[in-house]
């Protein structure tokens, strides 16, 4: 689907400096332009690109003063970041416009499906499940007894959610993520083995959480695992059965969250980090990657890193002293030598 520039401009409240019906139907970097694409200008250091890009049209900001012509129809905005998300926002829902229930699916009779929305091909929604309007279910999703789906929301292909799993409005979970598999619930016995514990309980995810590909968040044992409104899980993190992940939290990549774990509101864990059970870790906290949190942290706002996690100044003020050991190790021996050489005089 073709776009002018009048018509971008027109939805974004911009002004076209340049051919009217230049004419776009994809997205490139500017560096990366050609002829038929759209683009953006934001940030300066990249303004020697728009001198020389084959883009059609490019988004930059109202003032932008330009040091040299330009072949590209430029359409100027307020803000030329914020302007392009939307045209992002836009054609990624363009691209991913689905409707209707493709063939081969099986839907339970019991099942309630809300109006519009779509159903791919092989996917299972089982008995007492029920999907809000326009729910987007992609091929070999698998939706156990009992799930409830919100309006809007996007299931990837090969998301399984197992039965009696809640999911909110506006969610997005990727391929692969599977919701409600068992919590890791063993218990020793007296001749060395260990008897599973029953995982009875469920997984609320609620409102505009996107969950990444292969993610994996595992039911309560008893009560919930829950997932709070506004949180973003990257790709291949693991959720234990009762955690609790608190509103616009943000957890990057190859994260393990334990048992019972308490994770508050606005925190930032980095990549690779590894936390303990149950343990509670406040409002705004902001770790590292590859840092460990082996107990909790009370006082909000707090940057940590390493491993265990400490104050992140402390740990790269640590990181320096690290680095000079063998510089030290040799002055600590000339010390020790000027020492002896001085009781040896005294003698």
Known sequence: MQF?????????????????EAAVSQLAKIEEGVEGTLSFLANPKYEHFLYDTKSSIVIVNTDL????????????????????????????????????????VFVHETAVIGEGGYIGSFAYVGKGVKLGNNVKIYPRVYLGDNVVVGDNTILFPGVTV??????????????????????FGFAPQLNGTYEKIPQIGNVIIEDKVEIGANTVVDRATLGSTVIKSGVKLDNLIQIAHNVEIGTNTVIAAQTGISGST??????????????VGHIAIADGTQVQAQSGINRSIKDKNMKLGGTPA????????SQVVYTRLPELEKRVKELENIIKELRNVNI
């Open 262 to 275: 308490k994770i508050g509101k606005h925190v930032i864990l980095g990549g690779q980090v590894g936390v």
């Open 65 to 104: 003063v330009l040091q040299k012509p330009v072949t590209a129809t430029l359409i100027r905005v307020e803000d030329a970041y914020s302007s392009f998300t939307e045209l992002l926002k836009i054609y990624n829902a363009m691209r991913n416009e689905r409707s209707g229930r493709e063939e081969q």
């Open 4 to 20: 002018t520039a009048e018509q971008i401009a027109t939805l974004l409240n911009g002004e076209v400096e340049g051919n009217l």
């Open 310 to 317: 400490t104050a992140y100044t402390s740990q790269l003020r």
């Open 162 to 183: 197992y039965y009696d799993c809640i999911i909110g409005e506006n969610v997005i979970i990727h391929s692969g993520a599977v919701i409600g598999s068992d919590g």
